[in-house]
């Protein structure tokens, strides 16, 4: 079946613009997860939402941030007044129960 | 003390060796337990559970030790494919929230 989708593949935005992530998790998968990943370095816990429970929004880093999952199924990611450090490798991944998690392919953002 | 811990290395092994990798992880409440590889530029992909008993899966065999807190990843006859990070993950009982390793860098070598 079709796996967790994740799009723009690639965004490049200038420094102060604001930009949205989407993520399409698998069908049925009630855990969704937002990561990032900086090159080289390790994955970063942004927000998890799991079934209609109020999200745990502990990992994101500031306030110009933030998520939302509409239906129990699709995501979007938003950064506000995007900066250069926010430029990383967006990851989302979903899962259903006790399974783990498979992940999206990500996006590649880019803030110039 | 970190969460979860794992020997960055790399581990430069030549084809056809036998590598392992341990993972500890802190939270004695932790509950299930996954090894995921990562390619270079690529999402993690899950590479198998590791459950009480142990488990197989082909070349690859995962380990639990509870008593210590570590998990283990036995790559038996490497091959040039398995090049790869591999990420350890922790869930804790009760909570959908899982801790990634920051991964183990595999180099199998001709």
């Known amino acids: 079946g079709a796996g967790v989708s994740q799009s723009p593949s690639n965004k490049v935005t200038e420094k102060g613009k604001d930009v949205e992530l989407r993520c399409d998790p698998i069908?049925?998968?009630?855990?969704l997860y937002w990561y990032r990943q900086s090159l080289g370095q390790g994955l970063e816990f942004l927000i998890y939402?799991?079934?209609?429970?109020?999200?745990?929004k502990s990992g994101l880093p500031s306030d110009r941030f933030s998520a939302e999952r509409t239906g129990g199924s699709v995501s979007t990611l938003t950064i506000q007044r995007t900066q250069q450090e926010d430029s990383a490798v967006y990851l989302c991944?979903?899962?259903?129960?006790?399974?783990?998690?498979?992940f999206g392919p990500g996006t590649r953002l880019t803030v110039t | 003390r970190k969460e979860v811990e794992q020997d960055p290395g790399p581990f430069n092994v030549p084809e056809g060796a036998t590598v392992a990798f341990n993972c500890t992880y802190s939270?004695?409440?932790?509950?299930?337990f996954f090894w995921y590889r990562q390619d270079c530029r690529k999402e993690p992909k899950l590479l198998m559970s590791?459950?009480?008993s142990g488990n197989e899966d082909g070349r690859f065999t995962a380990q639990l030790n509870r008593a210590s807190q570590y998990i283990s990843l036995l790559i038996r006859d490497s091959k040039l494919s398995d090049s790869a990070t591999y990420l350890c993950?922790?869930?804790?009982?009760?909570?959908?929230?899982?801790?990634f390793g920051t991964g183990t860098k595999l180099q199998v070598i001709p």
């Open positions: 991944a979903s899962s259903l129960g006790e399974t783990g998690q498979y």
């Open positions: 069908s049925g998968h009630t855990a």
């Open positions: 939402f799991q079934g209609n429970s109020a999200p745990d």
């Open positions: 939270n004695s409440a932790s509950q299930s």
């Open positions: 590791v459950y009480s």
């Open positions: 993950v922790v869930k804790v009982r009760g909570y959908q929230k899982v801790t």
